[in-house]
């Protein structure tokens, strides 16, 4: 059964970083495509960034890119997303999602706020 930790969430300042991990277990991690999303309160669940199985293709949100960085360890089993420059719009429970499969972790909470 699939299931997806995520981790490193907290309270950040305004251009501060932080670095979220999902450590996932239950399925060949290195065969699947692996993204973190992120949903705001009252607002929809929206995806942040993406990468492939083998960590050559990635994808990011506009409002990401240039700030965040997603990476992986098949050899850990572990997804990551490193935040830099934080702002107070980053504030979102941040999940974890295997696309292929529909599975999601249960979130880690990163508010920005000085």
């Known amino acids: 059964q699939v299931q997806l930790v995520e981790s490193g969430g907290g309270l950040v300042l305004p251009g501060g970083s932080l670095r979220l991990s999902c450590a996932a277990s239950?399925?060949?991690?290195?065969?699947?495509?692996m993204s973190w999303y992120r949903q705001a309160p009252g607002k929809e669940r929206v995806l942040v960034a993406a990468i492939s199985s083998n960590a050559i293709g990635t994808h990011y949100a506009d409002s990401v890119k240039g700030r965040f960085t997603i990476s992986r360890d098949n050899a850990k089993n572990t997804l990551y997303l490193q935040m830099n420059s934080l702002q107070p719009e980053d504030t979102a429970m941040y999940y974890c999602?295997?696309?292929?499969?529909?599975?999601w972790g249960q979130g880690t909470q990163v508010d920005v706020s000085s």
């Open positions: 239950g399925f060949t991690f290195s065969r699947y495509s």
């Open positions: 999602h295997v696309p292929t499969t529909g599975s």
